[in-house]
Each structure stands twice: as C-alpha cells, then as structure tokens.
C-alpha cells in the first residue's frame, strides 16, 4: 500500500508541475508573440524590404527563436481569446490555432470558446488540464475531418481512437494517389 501512495502522490505531483510550466509557457509564447507582432508592425510601417526578417536576424541572436517558432507564437497571439486558455500550453494552442485558421464562421472575439461549443467540448467538466488538452485535441481531430469533406463519423469513435494513443496525421486526410 505504501509504494501505491508513493507512485500515486509523485505521480500526481509531476502532472501539476507539468500542467504549471505549459500554463506559463502558454503565456509566455502569447506574449512574445504579441511583440513580435507590434515588431513586425513597426517594421512593415517603415517599408524596409524584409525589415522584420532582418530586424529579427540582428536581434534575436541569444535566444535564437527560429522563423518557425516565431509564426507559432505570433499564430497564439493573434487568437483574440488565447489568454484564456494559457493553461493548453503552446504546442495545443499552436495546433489550434492552424484550425481556427480554417473557419471563417467563428466569434473574432471568442474563437476557441465558438470553437469548443461548436464541437461540444465542456473544458469546465474535465477534471485536470491533460483530460483539457484530451478534449481540446478531439476537438481539433473532429474539425480536420469536417474540413477534409470527412463529415458525420462519431464523436465516441474518434475519442476511442484517441485514447489508443493513435493521432490523425496529414498523411492520414490525404488520398492514395501516387500508391500501388
């Protein structure tokens, strides 16, 4: 009974540490995305050819934060209603906002929350923030395959799919052209 209370309580405690860090890690990308988007602003008002680029080469040295994890944190900025939702963490955020991306039918001041609603997702019934991101990520599996002109199949099955440990992939949406 000891080593079950042991496994139990660490365990327990990893999970809230890990839910702590991708909340401020949230935050943190928000932000800086945020500053990079007034950055490139600035830069764009100026018309110097590739001024943000630029701007960001000479002064992004240490940390380097690469073009890729830029656009990312820039995406999470621009989700008018990310703030709420720090607690995803930036890799769930940033997989959602490729999706919201794709609506053009959502509340701008609200995305994620239409969005939730749209796909009937209670964050407020989930228990900790993995079973969150659980349901934020069956969210997101269930638009790709309405935007990818795959509509109707259950929500039970896809969630089914999930908990296998299975992901929808890109590969996965596309079609077999090309393939003996």
Not at 138 to 152: F, R
Request: glycine share 6%; proline share 3%; aromatic share 6%.
């Amino acid at each position: 009974m000891k080593l079950k209370n042991v496994i139990v309580t660490n365990t327990m405690a990893i999970n809230a540490a890990t839910a702590d860090v991708d909340a401020h890690n949230g935050n943190r990308a928000y932000t800086v995305g945020k500053a990079l988007l007034r950055v490139e602003y600035i830069m764009s008002s100026r018309t110097i050819k590739n001024g943000f680029e630029t701007w960001c080469s000479e002064n992004l040295i240490k940390p380097r934060i690469s073009k890729r994890t830029r656009g990312k944190y820039m995406d999470i900025a621009r989700i008018a209603d990310a703030l709420d939702y720090v607690v995803l963490g930036i890799e769930k955020l940033a997989a959602l906002s490729t999706v919201l991306k794709r609506f053009d039918n959502l509340d701008p001041q609200h995305p994620i929350r239409d969005f939730t609603m749209r796909y009937n997702i209670n964050l407020m019934e989930c228990p900790d923030v993995e079973e969150m991101r659980f349901e934020i990520g069956l969210g997101i599996t269930m638009a790709k395959l309405e935007q990818n002109d795959i509509p109707g199949v259950d929500k039970d099955c896809v969630r089914k799919f999930l908990e296998t440990g299975f992901v929808l992939e890109k590969r996965d949406l596309e079609g077999d052209e090309g393939h003996p």
